[in-house]
């Protein structure tokens, strides 16, 4: 069993940044790749960012490439997501996600935690 807590969103103009950070329970966190997704208001959820177990592997969506980094650190259990440069569309409920396997689909995943709201105004 996988508890993950996410924290760090916020309310920020369009081109600055925003840290988020997603704390896990359990001493099984390296077991796991971790994932972000985002839920905007009226959208589907659709993956954001994942990495590896080792944090030696990264895949990014399309919309987030060169402007979030995702990053982890094993030894704190915790899985980060530095956003740059944000964007109005970027403005949805940020979620992270546990996952044995390193995947972009949503269902592959085991946990997920509670979310934390982005907004990003123009």
């Known amino acids: 069993q996988v508890q993950l807590v996410e924290s760090g969103g916020g309310l920020v103009q369009a081109g600055g940044s925003l840290r988020l950070s997603c704390a896990a329970s359990?001493?099984?966190?390296?077991?796991?790749?971790m994932g972000w997704f985002r839920q905007a208001p009226g959208k589907e959820r659709e993956f954001v960012a994942v990495?590896?177990?080792?944090?030696?592997?990264?895949y990014y969506a399309d919309s987030v490439k060169e402007r979030f980094t995702i990053s982890r650190d094993n030894a704190k259990n915790t899985v980060y997501l530095q956003m740059n440069s944000l964007k109005p569309d970027d403005t949805a409920v940020y979620y992270c996600?546990?996952?044995?396997?390193?995947?972009?689909?949503?269902?592959?995943?085991?946990?997920w935690g509670q979310g934390t709201q982005v907004t990003v105004s123009s």
């Open positions: 990495i590896s177990r080792s944090g030696s592997m990264t």
């Open positions: 996600a546990a996952d044995r396997l390193f995947s972009a689909r949503q269902v592959e995943y085991d946990y």
């Open positions: 359990g001493r099984t966190f390296s077991s796991y790749s």
